[in-house]
Structure formats: C-alpha cells, structure tokens
C-alpha cells in the first residue's frame, strides 16, 4: 500500500470513510485507529509489535512524569533532575528502537525497518519532551496517543505533527462533511497530477544520470540533476498533498511540509519551506535546548571575555546550528552522503548568518536596494546552484560520485552534447514535464501571493468549476507517466 | 435538504465523470498491438526491421537490454558472414517478443530466433499488471487506461513526427558501450538442483513463440547471456527444463568458461550488461556456435549483401 | 518594561516592537534572534529561559514576552 496507487484514494480511503461515519461519533477513534493499524500492518506485518511498543512506551513516560511531578516530595531542581531521568529513559527507548532498525547497518547488521519508524519516532519524542517541558498535559487515554503516533496517512513519510496539533482532532471523531471530502479530493487529485505527471516522467533520466554519470555530458548531468531536485519536490510535495488531503477528508488539519520552497530568500529560509516540519521539530527540540544548555552558555560566556560579544553572540546558535544540521543529516540514512549533505547546509546556513548583517551595511552604504529586480534575480540563481548541488549530493551514491559528477558539470559542460545524450525520455516526455512544471510553477506563485486556487475554483460557476476537475481528472489519466513504457516510482521519502 | 443537494451534485459529478471515461476509452482504442506490453518500442522495432531488405536476415536475436547489448550483427557478418537482427528492446516482455516476431515474419524467413532468457522473468502480461490493484482494474475496463500513452501518437500525426517511418538502423539493432564498470561479485553460478519458475504467463507466451517458430520452419534457440547481476543456477535449471520439453536448444553462456569474460574490463555496470569487449567475446562464440550447429552459410562475397559490407567498416570506425 | 523594548528594538530592527503581536508568526524574529533575545533578557532581568519557554505564546508581543520575565522572576 502507498499513498500515490489508486488503491489508496479509490479504495481503502472511501472504505475507511464508510466505516467511520457508520460508527457512532464516541467510538470513531476506535475504526480509525483499527484503520492505521491495517494499514500499518499491509505494509510491515508484525513489525507493528515495534510500533506498539514505542506507543506504550511513551504512554508510560508521559504517565510517570505526571505522577512524579504530582506526587513526589522532590521540589525544584530536585524535580527537575528527576523529570530528566523519566524523560531520558523513554527517548533512550524509543530513539533505541530507530538506531537499531536505522543504524546498525553500519556495522553489518541489517532489519527490516517498520514502516514511517523515522516519523513516529519523532512524534514520541516531541510528546515526551512536551510533557516534560509542562507543555501539553500528560495524555490519559492510551488510545488518543496510538492514534496520534499512528494516523494512516502521516505513517509512511510525515509531516511530522505535534501531539497539541493532531491528538484532539483525531479522537473527536467528527462528522464527515461534504465540504471536507470534496476539498481533500481536490487536493489528493492534485498530488496525483504531480507524481504522475511530473515526478515519474522524469525519474528515468534521473536513474540514467546518476547510475552512469560517466556516459554522459556535464551538460546532461546538470539536467539530471536539476531532473532529481524537480523529481523530489514534485514527489514529496505531490505526496504531501495526497496526506494532509486525506486529512482534510476527515476533518484533520495536518501542518504543512512545503511553502514554495523555491521562492526563498536563501538558504535558512529554504528550510523553513521545504520539510517544514522536520525543520520546526529540529528547532524544538535539538536547537533551542543545545543553545541553551549550561556547558553551552558556559563556553560562550568564556569566549565574551576573551573576544566580546561580537564573537560571543555567534557561539550558542553555531554550536546548536551544528548539532541541527548533523541530525538533519543522520536522520536521513546512515551514510557519509547525507551526513555532509547537512554539513554542506551547516556552512552555509553559518556563513549566511555571520554575513547578513555586514552584508546589509554595505549595501545601506552603497545604496543598492536590497529589493530590486537585479538582486531578487541574483538571490534566485544563487539559491538555485545552492539546492541542485545539495541535492546531487543527497541522491549520489558516494560522497566521492558528487565530487566527480560535480566535476564534470562545471569541467564538461558542452550545450551542444545534450541533444545527442539519451535520457530515457523522449520529446513528448520532456515537453510534457515542461508544461506540468510551469503549471505548477503558477499554481506555486498564486500560493505565494496568499491565493488559494481551490477557493477560486470553487467561487466559478457549476459547469466550469466541474470542467476544470474533469480536465485535471483527465489529464492524469492520459497523460500520467505510468503503464507501459513507465515505471512507477515508489515514495522517495517513504524511504528515510 | 441541503445534504441531497450534495449528493445529486456527487452522483452527477461521477455520472459525468464515467461517461467521459466511456468517451476516451472510444478515442483511445486500438485495433492492432493489443496484447503489447510497451506498443511504443515494438512499433519502432517493427519499423526499423521493416527497412531492412525482404528476406536478407537468417538471425533474429530477441531479448530485453541484454540482448542489445551482447549480439553484434556487424560484427557477425564481418567474422562469420551471417546476417541478423536485434528485435530487442529495452525490458522486452514475451508478449511484445510475440508480436515482433509475428510482424517480422511477414518480411523475413530467418533460420534461427534467438531469445535472451533474462526477459522470461519479466513476466508476459500486455497490460494491468501494477501493483496497483485498482489501477488494474480500471485498465482491465477502460481501454483509456491501457492505451493513454498513444496520446504521443495522436500528436505526433498532428505535427508530423509520427511513427511509421521506415528507419533504417546501421547496427543492425545493437547499442554500442565502451563504458567500464567491474563487476567485483566473485564466482556467482553456484552449481543447484533449484529451480526458479517463470512467471505462468511467460510459459504460454513461449508456447505461441514456439507454435510461430515452427509455423515458419525455424529454429528456436535460447541463450543466457553473461550476467553476474541476473543470472542464477536456478533460473538455468528452470530454462534448461523447458528446453529440454520442448526439444529447443539452450546455450548459458554463464557456464561457458572458455568465453573468456573478464569482469574487470567487460561490463559496462558492474555485472548487469557486457559492455562492447564483452559484446564481441559474446558474438564471435556464438557466431562460431551457430555456423557449427545450424549450417549457415557465409554470405560475405554475395552481391546482394554489399551494404552489409559497408556497414561493418562504419562499426570499426566506431572502435577508434 | 522599557528596557525590554530597548533589548527588543535592537534585535528586531525596524520593526513596530511596541505594538506588533505577532512577531514569532510573522517571523519577525527568527530562531537566530529569539536566541540573542533570550541571552539579553536572562543577562538584564537576572533569569533563567529554559527551552520550554520558547513557543510563540510568549514571544508574540513585547507584552508576552513581559509577562513571561515577570513570572521567571517570580519563580526564583
């Protein structure tokens, strides 16, 4: 099962949705939570023993910390310590659990990973940590929890919610709505239009690029790798937009994992549109806790003396920064490409911030408006380079593989050669992809300006609203990149 | 009264919806290449083979990639003086086999159709064979789901590209690969007594395969390419069952020490594919195997195979 | 109060400090500011921030972020 086949939207979801509105109102949790447990188990079997466990395991520790904070005669500092113990135990548990599964392969030793371990994981954590921090209240009902950590379709890739976001929403077991469904439709029609159309059509230049760089031109690597950065985002967002519309069928609002993310002013502000949630999740609770943590402060405290603020002000977000950017990288896979594919962010994202400031000066000094059309030209091919090289570096097999295919884009590059390289795709191919990308590209810009397309489709009258969807229906049948000849590509970030 | 409003608008909206997909699957409607897995490929195919001169090929070699890539009909004739053709494509199933060889006999008589094993485990199925159960199903009933993909052909006809031409293909079919990419796997056929089915559906397609090759009084002959990466002794076992059934000939080149593949320099991606060193290992063993157990004759002096002459120099050009 | 303005007005240049609710939402101050916000604030008032402070509750508005330094200061 995955969230992009038919099967999914055409079937286990309206079969989901029977159910859900036959039972009555109180126990609906209970047919949805019956739902992501089948659907958990269609994927990974009894791997769902693994994901059970991490449930309890929370539901303890957020059980524990309530009872300590209420009963024990420790006060202060005394409480503290002993909230961190419980708080450690259960993210030592949990987190063991994705290290084993995720990690271990390292040293040879290979599971089968349960499904969306990377996501729910996080979900554990954020909740134990809340609970902790006083937060959110420690969840009584086990139930509200499981459905938290294990709602159907953020379970293969995110986005990664908060318990305060989704918990109470689940369990509510609202009505369904007329409204919700034709507006989750809509927007699972419209992930379906971005994978099929777009991210499948191009995946096979993209396997032919980065499988056999050495065939082929600078020229044609470039496109493959522009081709795999296009691909990613088409396919993670178009997903993104099957889940949270799946959501929105119930009545669930799911945090957004994408804010056209190529629109960004620079790097930091990439990430703040571009997997959103794990970058919040990140800030949460990796960024502000190392910033603020004593031997941190400590270190800081001891370079003010030594250099003055100007240098000391840059320590505590550096170090956390770090610490940001290795886990970004880890998280994704046990491999050295992805831990410098964080790295490379780690220095960019450092040097964008030691420089902004002087930057700003010199252009208030030189009177260049920051604004103008050259500099947003500027800023945008400068972002473009930056994401490409990120993502050919996240995608090669080897840290070694990015160098060399980097090599030959900026050291091979002949205009001329890519006519000539066979990408696997031909004319209609790529032709089709280029409309696909524009016609997203201004969906993306009606979105940036605050339009909502969907509401503007909605406000036309019956016979044009219908013909729109029946055009979008219809193009996916048609011009879908799936069938004979295509490959069907299964979710990327299912994967991490 | 409001939610009956909402479902009139529902039913309506998928009562409009069903007979539109009614009203494409009319439009996308096919009257030949039905049982086709990838109509694009086979068409092209059809067409490249269609330009070669009316009875000229005594070989036809049918596969998927491997195929393309370990058969050099140049090279064939220039050392063994026998003229043949690659009707392989890119993860060529039987069905689309089936059909070429169907097409192709209409021009051609060969001696020999030679098929790569690697595609009988790609299965045979024409089309609603996902794993999207659903999809399959909607394919399986509307002809707009099996054939959406002729949308190139409508606008190809529109703007004059379309398919159809007759294209004439030097290399006879092979794809030339210079590139090197070890394979570093070790010893990989382990001797077995297991075997490893086909796919049900590849049995009945070689069955037809089988009935067509008699039909024209040729000679099937199976042959496993050197593939490190697809090859298995249990996949041998099972071809090698089924030859033995059906009185067909079975040559695993996996198993023939004296090819002489070395891994280090003969393949192009690290033991998936031969690459051009490999390829000519390959066709100068099969050449000699050929000559020997079918009799072909030498055709390299005829007149009426000049322009095979002139090819082979543009190969060696090639090799410089 | 005023010279958590004055702290608030050099971090977030330019903009409307006084008045502005909704400076985490707007992003206003991003988590690179929020920092520096913090150390001037625990340095100035004498308070310790721990991470669970920091959610956009109490840093909305230089009236939140008021309320939060008082009750920090109240807890000590």
Redo the contacts between chains.
């Keep these: 099962m995955s969230y992009h086949?038919?099967?999914y939207s055409?079937?286990f979801l309206p079969a989901v949705m029977l159910l859900y509105q036959l039972t009555p109102q109180k126990v609906r949790w209970i047919t949805l939570l019956a739902a992501d447990y089948i659907f958990f188990w269609l994927i990974s079997g009894g791997l769902i023993i693994w994901m059970l466990a991490a449930t309890l395991v929370t539901y303890v520790c957020g059980r524990v910390i309530a009872y300590v904070v209420e009963h024990s005669p420790a006060k202060g500092k005394e409480l503290v310590k002993q909230k961190r113990v419980i708080l450690g135990i259960g993210v030592i548990l949990t987190l063991g659990m994705l290290v084993v599964f995720k990690y271990l392969k390292v040293f040879g030793i290979t599971f089968i990973a349960p499904i969306g371990i990377s996501y729910y994981t996080l979900q554990t954590i954020s909740y134990m940590t809340d609970v902790y921090r006083g937060t959110v209240k420690a969840e009584t009902h086990i139930g509200r929890l499981a459905l938290y950590l294990s709602f159907f379709p953020q379970i293969m890739e995110g986005p990664i919610s908060r318990y305060s976001e989704t918990a109470h929403p689940l369990f509510s077991g609202k009505q369904l709505e007329?409204h919700n469904i034709a507006f989750g439709y809509q927007r699972i029609l419209w992930g379906l239009f971005k994978k099929m159309l777009i991210a499948d059509r191009l995946a096979p230049a993209v396997i032919k690029v980065f499988?056999?760089y050495?065939?082929y031109d600078g020229s044609a690597v470039a496109v493959g790798v522009v081709f795999y950065t296009i691909q990613l985002y088409m396919e993670f967002s178009g997903c993104m937009d099957i889940i949270i519309g799946t959501g929105e069928v119930f009545g669930i609002v799911l945090p957004e994992n994408f804010r056209q993310p190529f629109f960004a002013r620079n790097a930091s502000d990439f990430w703040r549109r571009w997997h959103i949630t794990l970058g919040t999740w990140l800030k949460d609770y990796v960024f502000y806790p190392v910033s603020l943590a004593k031997p941190v402060k400590k270190v800081a405290k001891s370079v003010k003396g030594k250099f003055g603020i100007g240098v000391s002000k840059f320590v505590a977000p550096t170090a956390a920064l770090f610490c940001v950017w290795l886990s970004n990288g880890i998280w994704h896979g046990a491999g050295w490409t992805y831990i410098f594919y964080g790295m490379y962010y780690f220095v960019l994202i450092f040097i964008e911030n030691i420089t902004e400031a002087p930057v700003k000066k010199f252009a208030e000094r030189k009177n260049i408006n920051m604004e103008g059309v050259a500099c947003k030209v500027l800023r945008g091919v400068k972002l473009f380079f930056i994401v490409n090289i990120g993502e050919l570096f996240f995608r090669a097999t080897s840290v070694a593989q990015g160098f060399s295919m980097l090599g030959r884009i900026f050291g091979k590059f002949h205009i001329s050669a890519l006519l000539e390289s066979n990408l696997g795709m031909?004319?209609?191919d790529v032709a089709l992809a280029f409309v696909g990308i524009v016609i997203v590209l201004l969906v993306d810009i009606l979105h940036e300006k605050g339009v909502s397309v969907r509401e503007k489709i909605a406000s036309l009258r019956l016979p044009l609203r219908?013909g729109v969807?029946?055009a979008v229906?219809?193009s996916v049948?048609?011009?879908?990149a799936?069938?004979?000849?295509?490959t069907?590509v299964d979710m990327i970030y299912a994967a991490y | 009264m409001k939610?009956n409003k909402?479902v009139v608008k529902?039913v309506g909206?998928l009562l409009?919806?069903f007979v539109?997909?009614l009203a494409?699957s009319a439009v996308?409607h096919r009257k030949n290449f039905v049982n086709?897995?990838?109509?694009?490929?086979v068409e092209r195919k059809i067409n490249e083979v269609d330009a070669e001169k009316d009875n000229s090929l005594e070989v036809l070699f049918c596969g998927d990639s491997e195929c393309y890539s370990s058969f050099c009909p140049t090279l064939l004739f220039s050392e063994f003086g026998h003229t043949s053709y690659v009707c392989g494509t890119s993860a060529q199933r039987l069905c689309d086999t089936y059909t070429i060889l169907e097409e192709v006999f209409k021009t051609q008589s060969p001696k020999v159709v030679v098929i790569e094993t690697n595609c009988f485990y790609r299965g045979a199925k024409s089309?609603g064979d996902?794993?999207?159960?659903?999809?399959n199903f909607?394919?399986n009933r509307f002809s707009?789901?099996?054939y959406?993909?002729d949308?190139?052909n409508f606008?190809?006809s529109f703007t004059g590209?379309g398919t159809g031409k007759k294209e004439k293909n030097d290399l006879k079919g092979f794809i030339v690969?210079n590139?090197v990419?070890p394979y570093k796997g070790g010893r990989y056929m382990v001797e077995c007594e297991d075997e490893e089915e086909f796919p049900t559906d590849t049995y009945t397609y070689l069955d037809k395969i089988l009935k067509l090759c008699n039909d024209n009084n040729t000679k099937l002959l199976l042959i496993s390419s050197p593939s490190p990466k697809n090859w298995t002794y249990a996949r041998h076992n099972s071809v090698k069952k089924w030859a033995n059934q059906s009185q067909v000939g079975y040559l695993d080149l996996n198993l023939q020490n004296n090819l002489g593949i070395d891994w280090d320099t003969d393949t192009?991606?690290g033991g998936d594919h031969v690459n051009y060193a490999g390829a000519k290992k390959v066709t100068r063993f099969i050449g000699a195997y050929l000559s020997e157990t079918y009799g072909l004759p030498d055709l390299r002096e005829e007149q009426d195979y000049a322009d095979w002459k002139e090819n082979c120099k543009a190969t060696y050009d090639l090799e410089k | 109060m005023e010279k958590l303005l004055e702290i608030l007005e050099e971090i977030a240049q330019g903009a409307d400090v006084r008045n502005c609710t909704t400076l985490i939402d707007d992003h206003i101050l991003d988590s690179f500011a929020i920092l520096s916000l913090v150390s001037e604030l625990e340095e100035e008032f004498d308070v310790e921030i721990s991470p669970a402070e920091l959610i956009p509750d109490n840093f909305n508005s230089a009236e939140k972020l008021w309320e939060m330094v008082c009750r920090l200061k109240g807890d000590n």
């Design positions: 086949l038919l099967t055409l079937l007329f499988s056999g050495e065939n031909d004319v209609y219908w969807w029946y229906i219809l049948i048609i011009l879908g799936y069938g004979a000849g295509y069907v | 939610i909402n529902s909206f409009g919806l539109l997909l494409m996308f086709v897995y990838d109509r694009e490929s089309s996902s794993n999207d159960s659903v999809l909607l394919t707009v789901f099996a959406h993909s949308w190139k606008v190809g590209k690969r590139s990419n192009k991606d």
